[in-house]
């Protein structure tokens, strides 16, 4: 691309920023950490509530880990997940419930292409790159951390 | 000798082809925005019943061509050729509604521009005198969009404040050498422009650009100004590309304030319909024209239309490895 294409390029794109909508930063942060903030009230008081029934912390908090999987799958299910998302924002997609969602919703889409090439191929067509890179950092961390110690 | 081409890119009908029977089909959320009252046919479900998405665009565009020949009353064999296409890869919808009508097919894929594409083609066989009697038609639909080319339907994310909607709708046009209706005087074609954007959520931005280009080579083609058009209608820009094409036409010195829309801005109320900047797809500017435009000629509140569909012709495959999006606008001169 020859330079003056390049710098003509470079002022449109600088122009076009200038004059695009912002997406609402601060709304966006307070809507999440209200919503994410009561994903968490919500958990803890559900995992207090089931170590008073006598079960250990580590069992209590894996129920309530399910309790949330679930909960976002319900609800994807339903076809309301995404609309409270627009809301909520990263209050919903950073917790556990995002995971979910991205993985179920997957599965209902590509149901129409078939049990193995659809939701066999694809089932982790949003959630394998976290898990990829999720599991290579634990790994490496992991190495880190036994020369460490 | 070409003796029909003026200027750099436009091509001037001596035996202007005729618009005689227009149709378009929305979906609901189409349905319940500002233009509700001037499309033929509102779907009460995007999925009118069939099993997947892609099935029920097909018959979407299906539907409306059928009816656009019911409303001149003609049948599929009185048609020389069928122009069409869609977003979807290898033209899905287009070809599977091509399959069952048994007309003569050209697939055509111009992304978003497909509308003006295939009506300046099929201007262009008509006027050459190959063909008596074209469809022009193409469609588009929210959820098969989303899924090639965005997210599943039901994942949930916020989507950047530039970002558009993509119409569910259809629209079927039939072009005659003889009949009433209104005639396609000029077409130009649109070169590919790129301004290095790279962002798929802004489109609008990415397209203004080719949409202007184009424009701008018409009225220098035609010797037209920006007054001689009683509206000026880009395909699907949308709030932020109208106004940078409104921007970029004033830096040309072309004033179009007062005869200057978009049927990505028209076709919703983007502040209780969440729609962001607006709509987009092939079935924006089909469903906007053949349902709004066309009708406001016949009724001759509108006389001098130019149509211009702009495409982002872009893929998910160029958007991965980080390419520009390249931008392509057609126009059509239509006058009654």
Known sequence: MSQKKNRMNQKYNYYVNNVAPKPKYISNCIKAFFTGGTVCIIGFIL????????????????????????????????????????????GLIVPITG??????????????????????????????????????????????????T | MAVKKMGQQTIRFPLPPKIISAYSIVGPKEGEGPLKDWFDEILE????KEKTWEKAESKMLRSAINASLK??????????????GDLLNQLMSASYTARDLGIPFYGLYGACSTMTESLSLASMLIDGGFADHVIAATSSHFSTAERQYRFPLEHGNQKPPTAQWTVTGSGALVLASQGAGPVITHITAGKVVDFGVTDANNMGAAMAPAAVDTIAIHFSDTGRSPDFYDLILTGDLGQLGKQIAKDLLTEKGFNVESVYNDCGVMIFDSINQDTHCGGSGCGCSASVFCGNIYKRMMKKELKNVLLVSTGALLSTISTQQGESIPGIAHAVAVSI
Do not use: H, R
Request: aromatic residues 10%; proline residues 3%; contains cysteine.
């Open chain 1, 47 to 90: 995992q207090k509530w089931i170590q008073s029934k006598g079960l250990d912390q580590k069992t209590a908090s894996s129920i309530v880990i399910m309790i949330l999987i679930f909960s976002a799958q319900f609800l994807t299910g339903l076809g309301v997940f995404d609309d409270i998302v627009k809301f909520a924002g990263a």
């Open chain 1, 99 to 148: 995971f979910a969602n991205s993985i179920v919703s997957p599965a209902m889409e590509y149901k129409k292409e078939g049990i193995v090439l659809g939701v066999g191929a694809k089932l982790f067509s949003l959630a394998g790159p976290v898990l990829v890179w999720g599991f290579s950092a634990s790994v490496i961390i992991g190495i880190i951390y036994a020369i460490i």
């Open chain 2, 45 to 48: 479900d995007d999925m009118i």
């Open chain 2, 71 to 84: 409303n001149c009353q003609k049948t599929p064999e009185d048609i020389d050729f069928l122009l069409s």
